[in-house]
């Protein structure tokens, strides 16, 4: 099925992938390419709309940072955001100039005019009647001269054009940012933008979405076996499940029991997969292997590269037995999603820095001569998790807090052992008990129990005790990029506290982790 789209323009703002979200979020579908992108590939996008997306550089300083010029020639309505209003200053004959200062934070602007972008949006108005508008700025430089045909539709003292538009050629620009939050209104805006005057539908939803990738694997896969490293994390099962009611019996599962899950996650993985849903699931213990392998290990990246390493091998293995079994797959099967694509098409130029090696199933397609299937591909998160919805999935699986590959592995501090990852699994039920019980669960982003190889000194009953620490770790975040430790009620804490001190005999001491990120990273390795 052919979908309206919008295409997003990327020129390098950390917010690119806030405008896709907002977006979908009104039920229609977009797609975010590099800027530099041809004007062959525009025109054949054939989108509905172009937005532009802000930027950290300056129209006059980086030569070669401006939109294709076809984008202005399709015919379609354009919005630029930001270095994106910029760029259609310049290109159509505008003038931008520094400000000789950034202008960062909110900002109060006027709505100018009745420009079909801002009609009937306002959160105050003045005493003269004009509508005002709470939004976000993030700017250095500033149109100063119009390109011809446009008109100013906002601004302020600080920012003379902080919008304008040409109504004719549905050309419109903000200087601030519509996408974030902050921007109180800026949903409207984006909803008027894409369905007034784009003319987009709502034809972007996942129920609806659900048969369309159904039909797209039967066609890509036809009668040929795919096998799926199913790992109960939300991105795969969603995969499974999709990929069972859109091939059945062609899909082989293979769960890998590293030794580092959670509380009961072998049990509930094969209760939600093999007998309910009828997945057929191979269910791999590999327990020893695993925990030979890390024995003695206690550096954190080394630890890291032999769960990625094994869990590899046990695939492979296990891949290795289906094909001598007569079944052999052609597909490999990913939870890749739309974020790990637009990162991965960053990267490519980016200079990231390493602070930890993050692994999936990385490194599996080529060594397994598979072809990948991806089919979560174009999806946000929260698209998956509703496809996930859609397709029966339990809402407590779908919204399950994020899990590490490398799972209890780097929530074991140093050395990991059976009986430190016994210790961790039972206070970390507890903790997440405690959390649902509350009401806290759905509002901290991730939350868990972190075991430190340290003794310390406690008195239970009339005795001494000399056990371990455990640290509970709980986290509120948008992308997991930066994050806020949660103020947890301390009666919440508190009955934690008791509950792991009292039920879970070895661990004397609970602490309770109040570092952000940055400084700090959400798991402790
Ligand atoms: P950090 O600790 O880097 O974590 O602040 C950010 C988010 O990533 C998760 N995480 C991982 N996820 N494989 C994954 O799939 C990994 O190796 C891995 N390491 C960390 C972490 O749980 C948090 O949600």
Not at 34 to 56: H, K, M, N, Q, T
Not at 205 to 221: H, L, T
Not at 441 to 461: E, R
């Amino acid at each position: 099925m052919a979908h309206q789209k919008i295409l997003i323009l990327d020129f390098g703002s950390q917010v690119t992938q806030l405008i896709a979200r907002r977006v979908r979020e009104q039920q229609v579908y977009c797609e975010i390419h590099p800027f530099d992108v041809s004007d062959d590939f525009v025109r054949e996008f054939a989108p509905a709309g172009v937005i532009l997306s802000g930027g950290p550089n300056s129209v006059y300083e980086a030569v070669g940072w401006h939109a294709p010029q076809s984008v202005f020639e399709l015919g379609v309505p354009v919005l630029g955001i930001c270095y994106g209003m910029q760029t259609m200053a310049q290109q159509l004959g505008g003038t931008v100039e520094s400000s000789g200062k950034r202008e960062f934070g909110y900002a109060e602007i006027r709505a100018r005019g009745h420009s079909e972008l801002f009609r009937g949006i306002e959160d105050r108005t003045n005493d003269e009647g004009h509508g005002l508008l709470d939004v976000w700025m993030s700017h250095g430089d500033k149109v100063t001269a119009l390109p011809p045909g446009f008109k100013v539709i906002a601004s302020n003292e600080s920012c003379p054009v902080a919008g304008m538009a040409d109504e004719v050629r549905k050309f419109y620009a903000v200087q601030f940012h519509p996408e974030v939050t902050h921007t109180i209104k800026g949903k409207e805006m984006i909803a008027r933008f894409v369905h007034e005057i784009c003319g987009c539908g709502h034809d972007w939803n996942m129920p609806d979405y659900a048969n369309e990738a159904i039909e797209k694997v039967r066609a890509q896969v036809g009668q040929e076996e795919v096998i799926l490293g199913l790992s109960g994390g939300v991105d795969s099962s969603v995969v499974a499940a999709l990929l069972h009611r859109a091939i059945g019996e062609q899909l082989t599962c293979v769960f890998v029991d590293n030794g580092l899950l959670r509380l009961n996650e072998a049990e509930q993985v094969m209760l939600t997969f093999a007998r309910n849903l009828g997945v057929k699931v191979i269910h791999v213990d590999a327990t020893e292997q695993f925990m030979g392998h890390l024995k003695g290990v206690t550096d954190p990246e080394a630890k890291r590269k032999i769960i990625g390493r094994e869990f590899v091998e046990v695939f492979q293995t296990e891949a290795q037995k289906l094909r001598a079994n007569g079944a052999e797959a052609k597909w490999l099967a990913q939870g890749t999603i739309y974020p790990d694509v637009i990162e991965s098409a960053g990267s490519k130029t980016g200079k990231a820095h390493t602070i930890k090696s993050h692994h999936n199933v990385g490194g599996l397609p080529e060594t397994l001569n598979l072809k990948l299937l991806e089919p979560l591909r174009e999806l946000f998160k929260d698209e998956v998790r509703e496809l996930g919805i859609a397709l029966g999935l339990p809402h407590e699986m779908v919204y399950r807090h994020p899990f590490p590959g490398p799972g209890l592995g780097v929530r074991i501090l140093g050395e990991v052992k059976h009986e430190f990852a016994d210790l961790l699994r039972r206070a970390d039920a507890i903790f997440i008990d405690e959390l649902r019980a509350a009401d806290w669960y759905d509002k901290t982003s991730q939350a868990f129990a972190v075991f430190l190889p340290v003794k310390s000194v406690g008195v239970m009953g009339d005795g001494r005790t000399y056990e371990y620490v455990v640290a509970l770790r709980a986290v509120q975040t948008q992308d997991f990029m930066t994050a806020h430790w949660a103020e947890l009620p301390h009666s919440l804490l508190g009955k934690v506290s008791n509950r792991i001190i009292n039920e879970v005999r070895g661990i004397n001491r609970v602490v309770y982790d109040i570092s952000g990120k940055p400084p700090a990273t959400i798991e402790w390795e």
